[in-house]
């Protein structure tokens, strides 16, 4: 667990995106409606498409994995030799519905939502939002030769669409690396344990030099099991932080005062 009375050396910083470096707001008003009024005529156009059918067959088998758990209430995605194109287009859209409705940070929704905002992006009729500390903060963190990583639910191509199309430019060429739930979930100690291992291929590191920045309690104490450093964002429409979190945990409304409570230093 942080603690709070001593300022720690911090040799790497991973972010997470939404109510961290970006506004709920927009992950939540913007990008979700806009994903949900682009399914139908996505799944119609790219049906064929391989990447498509992969993230497919596993919306596929979690359906049936959801239907048993009486958690999804209508049939599962059918197998395509079972049904028209059409049905099975309607039935993989009703899936996806219910994914969103129920908020869940599965894998193949992430990776169809990214392909779809990857091509409002490119039309300009999606441009990413990032609080105004964060580009000043990346900047000095940069000058001080820290490596910064993106953690987030969201696929690793949604986040570079994110920072590459964003109010203030492209700004991939800050970021060392990406994660999303393809090393894990964010709210399993186990995702943080692997991105160390990632970090130590190429790294001399260890889990307490790294800083974990997020808005979420849950993956803050996930993160915190597997030794990282913590620090919890708390943006404009952000979610109450518990009494017990802000006691466990550095709490931030400012990038800004990351500097104020830790030293960062090179490798």
């Known amino acids: 667990?942080?603690?709070?009375?001593?300022?720690?050396?911090?040799?790497?910083?991973?972010?997470?995106?939404?109510?961290?470096?970006?506004?709920?707001?927009?992950?939540?008003?913007?990008?979700?409606p806009y994903a949900r009024q682009k399914f139908p005529l996505f799944l119609e156009e790219n049906w064929q498409n391989e990447t498509v059918q992969n993230s497919v067959n596993e919306l596929r088998q979690l359906s049936k994995e959801d239907f048993?758990?009486?958690?999804?209430?209508?049939?599962?995605?059918?197998?395509?030799?079972?049904?028209t194109k059409e049905?099975?287009?309607?039935?993989?859209?009703?899936?996806?519905?219910?994914?969103?409705?129920?908020d869940r940070k599965v894998t193949p929704l992430k990776a169809?939502?990214?392909?779809?905002?990857?091509?409002?992006?490119?039309?300009?009729?999606?441009?990413?939002?990032?609080?105004?500390?964060?580009?000043?903060?990346?900047?000095?963190?940069?000058?001080?030769?820290i490596p910064i990583y993106i953690y987030s639910s969201g696929s690793v191509q949604a986040q570079k669409l994110l920072f590459?199309?964003?109010?203030?430019?492209?700004?991939l060429h800050y970021?060392?690396?990406?994660?999303?739930?393809?090393?894990?979930?964010?709210?399993?100690s186990e995702s943080?344990?692997?991105?160390?291992?990632?970090?130590?291929?190429?790294?001399?590191?260890?889990?307490?030099?790294?800083?974990?920045?997020?808005?979420?309690?849950?993956?803050?104490?996930?993160a915190s099991k597997a030794l990282f450093e913590i620090a919890l964002s708390s943006r404009p429409g952000n979610k109450q932080l518990s009494e017990q979190a802000q006691n466990d945990f550095i709490m931030i409304t400012s990038f800004n005062q990351l500097f104020n409570h830790y030293n960062f230093v090179s490798n």
């Open 1 to 32: 667990m942080a603690t709070k009375a001593i300022i720690k050396n911090i040799k790497l910083i991973i972010f997470d995106i939404e109510g961290t470096t970006t506004s709920i707001s927009f992950v939540a008003d913007v990008l979700f």
């Open 68 to 83: 048993e758990k009486e958690n999804y209430k209508n049939e599962p995605i059918p197998e395509q030799q079972n049904c």
């Open 87 to 102: 049905q099975l287009i309607q039935s993989t859209l009703n899936y996806l519905m219910f994914l969103m409705d129920q």
């Open 112 to 145: 169809l939502q990214g392909r779809i905002w990857q091509k409002g992006y490119a039309q300009n009729q999606l441009l990413g939002h990032i609080y105004d500390d964060v580009l000043p903060t990346f900047q000095q963190l940069k000058q001080k030769s």
């Open 164 to 171: 590459g199309f964003s109010k203030e430019g492209d700004l």
């Open 175 to 188: 970021f060392d690396g990406h994660f999303d739930t393809n090393i894990g979930l964010k709210l399993n």
């Open 192 to 222: 943080y344990e692997a991105i160390l291992k990632q970090l130590q291929l190429t790294l001399n590191i260890n889990a307490q030099e790294i800083l974990f920045v997020t808005d979420s309690e849950l993956e803050a104490y996930a």
